[in-house]
C-alpha cells in the first residue's frame, strides 16, 4: 500500500460526517482507489449504522468495504474543527483514517489495516506527533511506518 500527499488532507473544512465521506469518496474516485462515488460512500454510511467508527481523543477509523474498491488504501484528513461523531468518551471527532478495501479483502487485508492503526492509537507518542504536525511528508511517514510494521498475535 502506498501512500502519496494525495492520500493526505489537513485542515479539510467539512461540516458533517456524510460530508466527509463524500469528499474522501470523491478523492478516491479521482485517483483511481475506487470506481464509484455514491457506492463507496454508501459502504462508508452503511458500515457506521452497524456500529460508530469513533474512537477516543477525537480519532475515527471509518471504513468502506465494497466491490466499488480497486485498490486497498488508507486516506488520513485532519479536520479544520471536529466534526460530530458518536465515539467513546463523546468526543468530536477531527483525525480521520479512512480505509478503503475491496469487499473480496475484508476478513484479510481489512483485518490487517484496522489491526496496525489501532495499534498505532493506544501510543501517545503516535497520537500527538499525528495531531501536532503541519508537514504531509511526516504524516505520510508516521502512517507508513504503522502500517508496515509486523502485527503480534
Known amino acids: ?3 502519496s500527499e494525495n492520500n493526505i488532507f ?19 474516485f479521482k485517483h483511481n482507489y475506487v470506481n464509484d462515488i455514491k457506492k463507496t460512500m454508501e459502504a462508508f454510511i452503511d458500515r457506521e449504522k452497524e456500529s460508530s467508527t469513533g ?15 480497486i ?10 474543527k471536529p466534526i460530530e461523531w458518536e465515539t467513546f ?11 478503503f478495501v475491496p469487499k473480496n479483502q475484508a476478513g484479510t487485508t481489512h483485518i490487517m489495516m484496522i489491526s496496525k492503526l489501532a495499534t498505532a492509537l493506544m501510543e501517545d507518542d503516535f497520537k ?16 507508513s511506518k504503522e502500517m508496515t510494521r509486523e502485527v503480534l498475535v
Open 1 to 3: 500500500m502506498n501512500l
Open 10 to 28: 489537513l485542515n479539510l473544512n467539512v461540516e458533517s460526517r456524510d460530508e466527509l465521506f463524500d469528499f474522501l469518496s470523491s478523492n478516491a
Open 55 to 69: 474512537l477516543i481523543d477525537g480519532f475515527a477509523i471509518p471504513h468502506a468495504k465494497d466491490d466499488s474498491v
Open 71 to 80: 485498490t486497498p488504501t488508507v486516506f488520513f484528513a485532519k479536520l479544520a
Open 89 to 99: 468518551d463523546e468526543s468530536n471527532v477531527q483525525y480521520v483514517f479512512a480505509l
Open 128 to 143: 500527538n506527533e499525528i495531531k501536532a504536525s503541519t508537514d504531509i511528508n511526516k504524516i505520510i511517514s508516521l502512517i
